[in-house]
């Protein structure tokens, strides 16, 4: 643990404006499409003006190639999924992504956004991709980046492992609770010893690239350039950040490898698209610019996600009693007909009180299903029955809610792409930081609609609070 002002105040100033020339440099030599794979939507939380495509369908990754964009995202969901369909998901995709490139003749560079705590299919996804694109090309990867990274969720790489800040302190990855995730747990911080653990030992830490802040810092691009343009046998590269500009930094001496030859894989969170996409800041968004239509209906809240941040963000709304509160018990899940009548009972009264303009939240049962050691792909698929039913909530309203939330990165992918039906939305922005906002596309249930897309494990005790008074344009006093 590393107390965080310490480690802030000690660092290398840098001559931004120095950085943000010599970036926009390397970006008007760069011409690779930059395809997202993103293992839930959580991952737009930094971008603006971008398309997210549900469906890996050819017709929809032409398009977001033929976009003047310079990346687009693909939602896969796959930390919803079992290894066997991530690895399909990412097998047909790899090859997809290739043949239309092929076809349109244009290069392409594939980042697989994933959980800035480190969770998530790895290396599985990216193994798969490596595979499937070396397999359809002449594209030959010589590394694989690693870049966690991630500023508004308190995600930091320093002298090689990753923190996440709790307030003050900056605690090692591998203790948080997110280490402990029943499905894609580690025990490592130092990111080399993670890529051996999850690895199982075919990378080693001691074999890993290591791109250091020092050398960040001091702009040293030729000699990071030198690191990436030595890399073969898609050896590991591990990048420390403590900041965008750190990024930046990071992406010219990318960008310049990639220029020269080099064939990289990508594996980061949030912050590395925004860099090497291009994307401008922007500032939060309004209700004026997210509440089109006034219906005179409620607002519908969604929380599924059961991390520490969601279950305190939930009892700080829990406060504010002009908002309803519905729990939906999931554990009936073991109990079929009594789970489809818990169903029925929690749409019912959702639309009654949608209807009647009144902000409504549903959740989750708080408390973890919990079927004991050794079945954690059991668990998995209750949790999809689980995720099925709540998005059958959205999926069979008949009142337009005058926005939507959904809290957690599954929940908001299958309510997203299951209950509004969205098959292409437009990245609006952020409405708080590292909460994306969609606008819904014509094809969904209700087009245009404001869809705010809310990390489990992003912002602090009253964000979520703060969200809704946002978007319902008055204080709601806790």
Same mark, same amino acid.
């Given at each position: 643990?590393r107390?965080?002002?310490?480690?802030?105040d000690?660092?290398?100033?840098?001559?931004?404006r120095i950085?943000d020339?010599?970036?926009?440099?390397e970006?008007?030599?760069?011409?690779k499409?930059i395809?997202v794979?993103?293992?839930?939507?959580?991952g737009?939380q930094?971008v603006?003006g971008i398309s997210?495509?549900?469906?890996w369908s050819e017709?929809?990754i032409?398009q977001?190639?033929l976009e003047?964009?310079?990346?687009f995202f693909i939602l896969t969901?796959?930390r919803s999924?079992?290894?066997?369909e991530?690895?399909?998901v990412?097998q047909?995709i790899g090859?997809?992504?290739?043949?239309?490139?092929a076809?349109?003749?244009q290069?392409f560079?594939?980042i697989s956004?994933?959980?800035?705590?480190?969770r998530?299919?790895?290396?599985?996804?990216?193994e798969t991709?490596?595979?499937?694109?070396e397999a359809?090309?002449?594209?030959?990867f010589?590394?694989e980046v690693?870049?966690p990274?991630?500023q508004?969720?308190?995600r930091?790489?320093?002298d090689?492992t990753h923190?996440?800040?709790y307030?003050?302190e900056?605690?090692p990855?591998g203790e948080?609770?997110f280490a402990?995730?029943?499905?894609?747990g580690y025990t490592?911080s130092h990111?080399?010893?993670?890529?051996?653990e999850k690895?199982?030992?075919?990378?080693k830490?001691?074999?890993?690239t290591?791109?250091t802040?020092?050398?960040?810092r001091?702009?040293?691009?030729?000699?990071i350039?030198?690191?990436?343009?030595?890399?073969?046998?898609?050896?590991k590269?591990v990048?420390?950040?403590v900041?965008?500009v750190d990024v930046? %930094? =990071?992406?010219?001496?990318l960008l !310049?490898?990639m220029m020269?030859?080099?064939n990289?894989?990508?594996? #980061?969170?949030?912050?590395?698209p925004k860099?090497?996409?291009?994307?401008?800041d922007?500032?939060?968004?309004?209700r004026?610019?997210l509440?089109?239509?006034?219906?005179?209906h409620?607002?519908l809240?969604?929380v599924?996600?059961?991390?520490?941040k969601?279950?305190e963000?939930?009892?700080?709304l829990?406060m504010?009693?002009?908002?309803?509160f519905i729990e939906?018990?999931?554990?009936l899940?073991?109990?079929?007909d009594?789970f489809?009548s818990?169903?029925?009972?929690?749409?019912?009264?959702?639309?009654?009180?949608?209807?009647?303009?009144?902000?409504?939240?549903v959740?989750?049962r708080?408390?973890?299903?919990d079927?004991?050691e050794?079945?954690q792909?059991e668990?998995?698929l209750?949790?999809?029955?689980i995720?099925?039913?709540?998005t059958? %909530? =959205?999926e069979?309203?008949t009142? !337009?809610?005058s926005y939507?939330?959904a809290?957690?990165g599954i929940? #908001?992918s299958?309510?997203?792409?299951?209950?509004?039906?969205?098959r292409r939305a437009t990245?609006a922005?952020q409405i708080?930081?590292?909460?994306?906002?969609?606008m819904t596309g014509e094809?969904s249930r209700?087009?245009?609609?404001?869809y705010?897309?809310f990390?489990?494990?992003?912002g602090?005790?009253t964000?979520?609070?703060e969200?809704?008074?946002?978007?319902?344009g008055?204080?709601l006093?806790?």
């Open positions: 643990m107390a965080a002002k310490e480690v802030f000690n660092l290398s100033a840098v001559d931004t950085v020339e010599l970036l926009a440099k970006w008007q030599r760069f011409d499409k395809v794979l993103d293992d839930d939507p959580t737009v930094t603006h997210v495509f549900t469906d017709k929809s032409e977001g190639f003047k964009n310079r990346l969901n796959s999924l079992i290894a066997s991530t690895e399909a990412h047909e090859r997809t992504v290739s043949q239309v490139a076809r349109l003749n290069p560079v594939v956004r994933a959980d800035s705590t480190l998530g299919h790895y290396p599985l996804e990216t991709l490596k595979a499937a694109i359809q090309t002449d594209i030959v010589d590394g690693l870049i990274f991630f508004e969720g308190g930091y790489t320093i090689n923190y996440v800040q307030g003050a900056l605690v990855a948080t609770e402990k995730d029943r499905t894609f490592k990111l080399g010893e993670w890529v051996e690895s199982n030992g075919a990378y830490a001691a074999d890993t290591y791109i802040l020092e050398r960040i001091t702009l040293e691009i030729d000699k350039t030198d690191q990436l343009l030595a890399v073969q046998g898609f050896q590269i990048i420390n950040a900041d965008y930046k %930094i =990071v992406t010219i001496a !310049r490898a020269a030859g080099k990289f894989m990508f594996r #980061s969170a949030a912050a590395l860099i090497i996409g291009g994307i401008s922007k500032p939060y968004l309004t004026e610019e509440v089109t239509e006034e219906t005179g409620g607002g809240i969604i599924g996600s059961h991390v520490k969601t279950t963000q939930l009892e700080e829990k504010c009693p002009s908002i309803r939906f018990d999931c554990h899940v073991l109990e079929p009594r489809q818990e169903i029925d009972r929690v749409i019912a009264l959702a639309e009654e009180l949608l209807a009647s303009g009144q902000t409504v939240t959740y989750t708080r408390e973890r299903l079927l004991g050794h079945r792909d668990e998995l209750l949790s999809v029955k995720s099925d039913a709540v059958s %909530i =959205v069979r309203l009142v !337009r809610p939507l939330i809290k957690g929940t #908001s299958d309510v997203g792409t299951k209950g509004l039906r969205v990245v922005g708080k930081p590292g909460v994306p906002v969609w094809e209700f087009p245009g609609m404001a705010v897309i990390p489990g494990n992003v602090t005790k964000t979520l609070r969200t809704v008074e946002i978007l319902t008055r204080v006093s806790p």
